[in-house]
Structures are given as C-alpha cells and as structure tokens.
C-alpha cells in the first residue's frame, strides 16, 4: 500500500538556522516525489520534485531534497531558513495517476 | 497561464443543503483531480479525469459526491444532502498528462467548505 510519513509534525527553527524536514514513504514500485509547501487558507505550491536522474534535487526558494531509495527517504533541507519560510510542508508520492500525501510538517520560524 | 482557478474560495451551508464547487485548470492540461483537505491533514485524493473521462474514483466519495467534466475542460464538484463531516477544504489540480509530466500536479487556491 502507498503511504507517506513525515514524522515531524512542527518544526521551530530560528532565521538563519539550517532545516531539515523528513519524508519516509511506502510506494510498490518507483515512486515520483513531490515537495509542496502551503499557506494558511492557500492551496499547495510546488516546491520540487524527482522522477529520476541525480538524486539531489534543486527546488524553488532554495530548497533541496535528497532521494535515497535504500532509506525510502526523500528529505527536505535548506541551509538558512527566512522568515517567509514558516509554512506547511508537504511530502507526496504518486504514480503515473493520484498523489498521496504525507500529514504535514508546520514549520515555526523565530526572528 | 493564469494557474488553477476556483470557484468559490469559501462556502458556508447548512446540513443537508447542495453545494456545487467549480475549478479551472489550466488551459493546456487534460488532467485535472479534486482532493479533499481537512484540518491537520495533507489532501486525499477523490478522483481525476483525463480529458472529459472520469477514469478512477476514491473509496472516499461517497454517492452524494459526484464531478463532472463535460467538455474536458473546467469542473464540477457537487456534494448532495452535505453533512458536518463534509467540512474541508477542497482542492483542484491538474497536470499535462503528457509521458513526460510524471504526474506534475498544479494546484488551485482551493475551497473552504463549511456545514453548519
């Protein structure tokens, strides 16, 4: 069965500091991997994405996230985290059809 | 390309009312999915069209939710007799299709929902 966990359901980090953001997910065969962030009352923006090739992925916003098939992982990192980061992120795997989506991550950003 | 569109963004009705949602996707895309969204929750997918076809349905829409797709190109969302639980966020996106779109979904600002 498909599943995605992201067992950090908030994150508080201070500007400036590094973040690290986790995905673990369950998928029967290669898996397309989503990062999305959201907004309060906003729907869902791409953030990045891996359908296969170099397993380090450049998103927008300087984000990046790292495959590694052998953890089932696919974590979201950014070296310096801005205020207009604090958000809802959330993990996605799909297939060739729907997305299933992980319960979220609310990331916190102190001044 | 104007994004995803939809229509409205808040819906306030009373139990056991209709409620219809509508969604744009954008222009060039075949696809397009409607998700549901509840509070604390990533979004859960309902069901997608490819073009007009409505080719798969999720064990969550019940027989009072039914999407429509007429001309392949904006869509409908209707939710008959709603229910408290219907209270969500519902949201539309869609994608190319294309082989090389490796299912790239586009989201709308969505529509919040709420039963009184």
């Known amino acids: 069965a498909q599943s995605v966990t992201q067992p950090d359901i908030h994150i508080t980090v201070s500007e400036g500091a590094s973040l690290e953001l986790r995905c673990n997910y369950s998928?029967?065969?290669?898996?397309?991997l989503f990062w999305y962030v959201q907004s309060p009352g906003q729907g869902l923006q791409l953030l990045l994405k891996?359908?296969?090739?170099?397993?380090l992925v450049q998103g927008i916003k300087g984000f990046e996230a790292e495959f590694k098939r052998s953890q089932s992982s696919f974590n979201l990192r950014k070296p310096s985290v801005h205020w207009s980061d604090a958000a809802e992120y959330f993990c996605a795997v799909g297939g060739a059809n729907n997305l299933f989506f992980g319960t979220g991550t609310r990331l916190t950003v102190i001044p | 390309d104007t994004g995803v569109s939809q229509d409205p963004r808040h819906k306030i009705t009373k139990r056991g009312q209709n409620v219809t949602f509508r969604c744009d996707p954008i222009?060039?895309?075949?696809?397009l999915y409607w998700y549901r969204q509840t509070l604390g929750q990533g979004p859960e997918f309902l069901t997608y069209?490819?073009?007009?076809?409505?080719?798969?349905k999720s064990r969550l829409l019940s027989d009072r939710f039914s999407a429509e797709r007429p001309k392949g190109s904006f869509s409908t969302l209707e939710i008959q007799r709603t229910e408290q639980g219907d209270s969500a966020m519902y949201l539309c996106a869609s994608s190319s299709g294309g082989p090389r779109s490796y299912n790239e979904q586009f989201f709308g600002p969505g529509t919040r929902l709420t039963v009184l």
């Open positions: 069209f490819q073009n007009e076809a409505q080719l798969e």
């Open positions: 891996y359908f296969s090739g170099d397993t």
């Open positions: 222009s060039e895309h075949n696809r």
């Open positions: 998928y029967g065969a290669t898996p397309y």
